[in-house]
């Protein structure tokens, strides 16, 4: 189905039907008349928010599908152009008049008697926008957008000739499962150094967004873009020297395990290091695991595991696939990595990855889907911004599900595969968590240096890489590619300092698997209860609905290792 033809989740009201939400002055006329409208009661104030939530969410959803189109064609003209087009003159004439807006809000906000507890977390977001917006960085911002747009692109366009044959970098990643040690070395060089090949383009787009970056934060009156982007991203509820006790406890309680682990596949590889093409592959020497051979196999198996965890998942799951709302298949110009978005307007998630018929792009699936089924949870609610939940929250919806799914995938792998699998996704699990204390370290190290040097961003990447775990693999004759590792982590480019989330959640979602062993219909009601809220309530109050504690110190740290350690031990 064309996305844009997607029934709405209800009829317009304030939003004509045949409005174009692409088309500058017709979006412009829409905010503008918000900004017009007299507010003289309760009533007023009520409806002229549900009046702004629709026309945010027809907004939102028009430049979602320009999103969407862009990343599953990369190499269309004509699509990027539209995608560009939307980025450089919608935005920007929008966001001046959103901050009137709410300006309008907060000042009529104080003249009538809202329920302060419904709109709690609305009042703090509002005003905290209006501290950082500043009209002027506007532009500046609208250049990041565009840089993150190159940086899709460089990336979409990667392909690799190996064996007689073009891949995209995710085909090739199929290789390093492969149990012929030398066929996995061509592979990963092949891949690293077509990498590498970009590192000019893409050292020259992540210098350009820093800059802008710091020039945004000092125009918002920040010393720092660290403390300008903590509270955009809204993190009322911990702070940068909380994320630094956790790389602690992660290189103190996680390093060593995940240590552990490598030391383990070492020896049963027999080899004297490991390599980078040696961590992928099944250290016993079984052939990678095949748990489907094309998405719509995918499709139908991961639709069996929803049906028989959940009702409602199952019905959901479904839905998506019936209004073509999934787009799983791996293809020359389509972007990297996978990702859930949501349709503001029909309320309705999209799924895109990457899937080439590997174990982990089982996980992406489920993964994702527990943000389309956290989407769906919430779409009742009338305010948009309350359909979305801090990221903190919306990753263990994503991650809770990988381990709930994760009990059935009888429905790909027979017993010993399974455990397999399973045993696999643990250690990834570890690996994780490990990984995010990396990128996170150096995001801080980034920022808190302005005026570094590309010289010594090498050198600071390098020391935090050994310290989260990469002195456990051999590195011999391969420095520059170690050095620019972080290229492949979009984040750093397109959303700097969101990655602790996933570290965050998952230390949430490692809770509701605890949960779950002990009362599985208990642990699965708990964590729709928390979905079901979507952001109307603070990050702890979400956690709390979930049945979890929003908590990544060593208290909470130290138990969930050693349950992951004993149930890893009892796989191996």
């Given amino acids: 189905m064309d996305l844009a033809q997607l029934p709405v989740y209800q009829k317009r009201v304030f939003v004509p039907e045949e409005a174009d939400l692409t088309d500058l002055a017709t979006v412009v006329g829409l905010y503008e008349k918000l900004e017009k409208e007299a507010i003289t009661s309760l009533q007023d104030l009520e409806r002229w928010l549900l009046e702004r939530s629709e026309v945010d969410a027809a907004l939102s959803q028009a430049g979602s599908i320009l999103y969407i189109r862009m990343t599953c064609k990369t190499d269309d003209p004509t699509i990027a152009g539209a995608y560009t087009k939307f980025v450089e003159t919608i935005p920007p004439a929008v966001e001046p008049i959103n901050d009137r807006l709410n300006q309008k809000y907060v000042s009529v906000r104080e003249r009538f008697a809202l329920d302060p507890k419904r709109y709690q977390v609305y009042d703090r977001a509002i005003k905290t926008n209006i501290e950082l917006f500043v009209e002027k960085n506007v532009p500046l911002q609208t250049k990041v957008a565009l840089l993150s747009q190159e940086y899709q692109a460089v990336s979409g ?22 149990t012929d040690r030398s066929l996995r070395e061509r592979a990963w060089r092949a891949s690293a150094e077509r990498r590498v090949k970009d590192k000019d383009k893409f050292e020259e787009i992540f210098d350009s967004m820093f800059q802008l970056r710091n020039t945004i934060a000092h125009n918002a009156g920040f010393s720092n873009f660290t403390d300008y982007q903590f509270k955009a991203y809204h993190r009322f509820d911990y702070t940068a020297r909380d994320c630094k006790k956790y790389h602690e406890t992660v290189e103190k309680l996680i390093v060593p395990l995940n240590g552990k682990i490598l030391s383990k596949r070492r020896e049963q590889m027999k080899l004297k290091t490991l390599r980078p093409w040696d961590t992928g592959v099944d250290a ?81 699936l489920l993964h994702e889907a527990g943000h389309a089924f956290h989407a769906l949870a919430s779409s009742d609610e009338p305010i948009v911004d309350y359909r979305h939940a801090p990221m903190e929250f919306c990753e263990v919806a994503s991650m809770a599900m990988e381990l709930l799914g994760g009990e059935h995938l009888n429905e790909f792998y027979g017993p010993q595969d399974l455990q397999r699998s399973n045993r696999e996704h643990l250690e990834g699990i570890i690996q994780t968590l490990a990984w995010v204390a990396n990128i996170d370290a150096f995001q801080h190290w980034l920022y808190e240096h302005p005026k570094h040097s590309s010289d010594e961003r090498r050198q600071a990447w390098g020391g935090f890489y050994e ?93 969930l290792v050693e349950a992951v350690t004993e149930e890893w031990e009892k796989l191996v």
């Fill in 157 to 178: 366009a990667m392909t690799v000739m190996f064996d007689g044959r073009e891949h995209t970098m995710p085909q090739m990643g199929k290789y390093l499962l492969e």
């Fill in 284 to 364: 016993s020497g079984k052939k990678p695991l095949v748990p489907f051979k094309d998405a719509q196999e995918l499709i139908k198996k991961t639709d069996s595991i929803f049906k028989k965890l959940d009702r409602d998942f199952g019905l959901q799951f479904q839905n998506m696939n019936d209004l073509g709302l999934l787009d799983l298949a791996s293809r020359k110009g389509k972007a990297p990595g996978g990702y859930q978005n949501t349709l503001s307007e029909a309320r309705k998630p999209f799924i895109f990855m990457n899937a080439v018929g590997i174990d982990d792009d089982v996980r992406t």
């Fill in 467 to 559: 310290q989260f775990g990469g002195k456990f693999i051999d590195w011999d004759e391969l420095t520059e590619i170690k050095n620019y590792l972080w290229h492949r982590q979009l984040h750093i480019f397109e959303v700097p300092f969101y990655y602790i989330e996933y570290g965050i959640a998952q230390l949430g979602a490692l809770q509701v698997w605890l949960n779950a062993r002990r009362n599985p219909k208990k642990a699965l009601a708990d964590y729709k209860q928390g979905l079901a809220l979507g952001g109307s309530r603070p990050v702890g109050e979400l956690y709390k609905a979930a049945g979890i504690s929003f908590d990544f110190s060593e208290s909470i740290i130290k138990p």
